[in-house]
């Protein structure tokens, strides 16, 4: 079995009589736990009257958990057809918590050179043997797939976050196969806008199956905050009792909770939304700039500006010109390839992007 791994840690912890377990403490109850220490979220003093309270008043594991966060994690695991989900409170925070807990000492994380920063603060954070593999080379992954030991785990992003690329997940989910590895994925930019109604890229290939864990982010198409790692319930368990990010932090409140709910009624629906936003993605890659652009079929396009004086001249030229783009600098990316970070939305208009492309050409 492939998660005998997570399996015996709880188990450990279980022969310990340590296993933590959520329970959603009782609003009859009289409070002697919670961190509401003046009794502004009990009372409300935050809100208006019919409002959900402002706090969640602890960590999940004390006073935080509540039944509108367990319904929601069903929710999103049913949509993105996962047998469990569990919410952190941000990106950043579930992929630490997932990779500085889940794999151990002698284990080999394998993960894409371009992948993002919580991605790498978290392997950082594990003790287990890491190597980085070229951006999206299945070919250089296998070859470090041939020399790993222990546990290995596979990490990368489904839609990158500066270069705006999309992951060779097919040649990626071969390979985990192949070699019995566990496939990570952090879907924080396909939510919302790949699949049909905006699932993700994991299922629009029809490979949630073969996928270990996937992290889905509320923070950019979902319009909200917060993030939810998707996976067995054995490794929701074991994210409850091993992940720090979640284990010592105060719950989100009901509030944001409920705007998760509300994207994921909402979003679902949004396939003119994700059409347009479609045809502008074509409309820019096809245009000419007069400087290299990065080949994306995503909302972010990149635009290569070498140096961070000349990217940062451009972008403070643009806002001139009532442009908000920022510059992105080395050493976020690699030295030469300094550019602008520019994000398509459905509520662009052609002439908007229009505007953009002109004013580009007539910096050079």
């Known amino acids: 079995m492939k998660e005998n791994f997570l399996h015996r840690k709880l188990d450990e912890r279980k022969e310990q009589q340590a296993f933590r377990q959520l329970r959603i403490s009782g609003s009859e ?12 979220v009990k009372n409300r003093l935050l809100g208006v009257a019919g409002e959900t309270a402002s706090g ?20 999103i695991a049913s949509f993105h057809q996962s047998e469990a989900a569990l919410i952190f409170n941000s990106g950043y925070d579930a992929n630490t918590g997932l990779l500085s807990s889940v794999p151990q000492r002698g284990d080999t994380i394998l993960y894409d050179q371009l992948s993002h920063a919580s991605i790498r603060d978290g392997i950082r954070l594990s003790f287990a043997d890491a190597f980085s593999f070229r951006h999206n080379d ?78 889905h982010t509320f923070g950019k198409a979902c319009g909200t905050h917060g993030a939810a790692v998707l996976g067995s319930a054995a490794l929701r368990d074991y994210l409850i009792n091993f992940a720090r990010s979640f284990i010592y932090t105060t719950a989100l409140p009901a509030e944001t909770i409920q705007r998760i709910k509300t994207s994921y009624a909402v979003f679902p629906r949004l396939q003119q939304e994700r059409a347009r ?10 245009a000419e700039t007069g400087y290299e652009k990065m080949l994306s079929r995503s909302p972010v396009q990149g635009v290569i500006v070498p140096g961070n004086r000349e990217v940062r001249s451009l972008a403070e030229q643009l806002r001139t010109g009532n442009l908000d783009i920022r510059p992105i600098l080395y050493p976020t990316v690699p030295k030469g390839l300094e550019r602008l970070r520019i994000v398509l939305h459905a509520f662009n208009s052609e002439e908007e992007l229009d505007m953009l492309l002109n004013c580009l050409k007539n910096s050079l």
């Open 277 to 286: 936003l479609n045809e502008l993605i074509n409309y820019f890659q096809s």
């Open 138 to 215: 299945p070919a250089d992954l296998e070859a470090r797939l041939q020399k790993s030991g222990g546990n290995v785990f596979i990490v990368t992003e489904s839609i990158f976050s500066m270069d705006g690329d999309v992951c060779p997940l097919k040649e990626l989910a071969g390979l985990s196969e192949k070699y019995n590895a566990n496939l990570v994925i952090d879907e924080a930019h396909a939510t919302g806008v790949l699949g049909e109604k905006g699932e993700g890229l994991v299922q629009l290939l029809g490979l949630q199956e073969q996928v270990f864990a996937r992290v």
């Open 29 to 40: 109850m009289i409070d002697f736990c919670s961190n509401d220490y003046l009794g502004i």
């Open 56 to 75: 969640s008043t602890g960590s999940r594991l004390l006073t935080g958990n509540y039944e509108m966060i367990e319904e929601t994690e069903q929710l």
